[in-house]
């Protein structure tokens, strides 16, 4: 059975740094693309990241691109989100989500989510 399920999050000062993990089962993590969902209090759904492991292609949602890092550790089928200068905008739950395949072809498994809360 596919599983995902994230940690790492909590609060952080403005300015300051935190590492989301999604730790994967029931699948290889390196053979689909996954990404990162959020949603912040009173909005919708914002796509924040994706990687595809085997070809080590990574996307980025404009607002997060140049301080967001996505990265996979395969040996620990886990993904990871290293968040730096961090804003108060950032404050969301944060979804990990599978892709169907490859291609971003839309996300079929998600995690539970988890809440970062940036103080200003």
């Known amino acids: 059975e596919v599983q995902l399920v994230e940690s790492g999050g909590g609060l952080v000062q403005t300015g300051g740094s935190l590492r989301l993990s999604c730790a994967a089962s029931?699948?290889?993590?390196?053979?689909?693309?996954i990404h990162w969902v959020r949603q912040a209090p009173g909005k919708g759904l914002e796509w924040v990241s994706a990687?595809?492991?085997?070809?080590?292609?990574?996307y980025y949602a404009d607002s997060v691109k140049g301080r967001f890092t996505v990265s996979i550790e395969s040996a620990k089928n886990t993904l990871y989100l290293q968040m730096n200068s961090l804003q108060s905008e950032d404050t969301a739950v944060y979804y990990c989500?599978?892709?169907?395949?490859?291609?971003?072809?839309?996300?079929?498994?998600w995690g539970k989510g988890i809440l970062v809360t940036v103080s200003s």
């Open positions: 989500a599978k892709d169907r395949s490859y291609g971003l072809d839309g996300m079929d498994y």
């Open positions: 990687i595809y492991s085997y070809t080590s292609n990574t």
């Open positions: 029931g699948y290889d993590i390196d053979d689909h693309a």
